[in-house]
């Protein structure tokens, strides 16, 4: 099967099951790219990083994958398969919920899907933080981050950049990678 095909399966397939957010299909995202196209944990948890960093939606890190494997038209193959499909699925489930209005059933959904979706998002936490973290150095930083984020109001953004620095600083002076 060609690399564009399979691009499109397996991130269409992806955005369907992203119920929560992107967050929740990291782990299979990670499974399906490191066996199928060599893309090794350490680089997973690099892009995924950058996407967090960037402006705008975080998975827009998924356009670089698809730029690895295929190039320009990967890019964009993965852009269309991981974003429409679970637009279009929102826009008409959207549009049903509004029709049903407030019911026990609906209520009865919503509280079904909202422990499904904290777990899908824990396990993406935990797939690139069991990459991310790998010596005492970064469990360290994240211990510190995580701390500082939740008794803070400081931006998480400024919190990781200043640790992510302080762990480069502290990392090159123990000579370590």
Avoid at 37 to 50: E, K, L, Q
Avoid at 87 to 101: A, E, K, P, Y
Avoid at 151 to 161: A, E, G, H, K, Q
Wanted: proline letters at 5%.
């Amino acid at each position: 099967m060609s690399a564009l095909i399979h691009l499109a399966l397996v991130f269409s397939m992806l955005s369907l099951l992203a119920v929560g957010g992107g967050t929740a299909v990291l782990p299979e995202m990670q499974t399906v790219l490191a066996q199928r196209y060599s893309i090794d944990h350490t680089t997973f948890v690099h892009i995924y990083s950058i996407g967090q960093l960037a402006p705008g939606p975080n998975m827009m890190m998924v356009l670089v994958f698809g730029f690895q494997i295929a190039g320009l038209l990967g890019a964009l193959v993965v852009l269309l398969s991981f974003f429409i499909p679970s637009s279009l699925l929102c826009l008409f489930v959207g549009r049903l919920w509004t029709r049903i209005g407030e019911g026990p059933m609906r209520r009865a959904v919503q509280n079904a899907l909202e422990p499904i979706s904290i777990g899908l998002m824990c396990s993406g936490v935990f797939a690139v933080a069991k990459s991310a973290i790998a010596g005492p150095v970064s469990i360290s930083l994240a211990v510190i981050t995580f701390t500082i984020i939740l008794l803070t109001r400081i931006n998480p953004v400024y919190i990781i950049l200043t640790t992510g620095s302080l762990g480069a600083l502290l990392m090159h002076i123990a000579g370590l990678k």
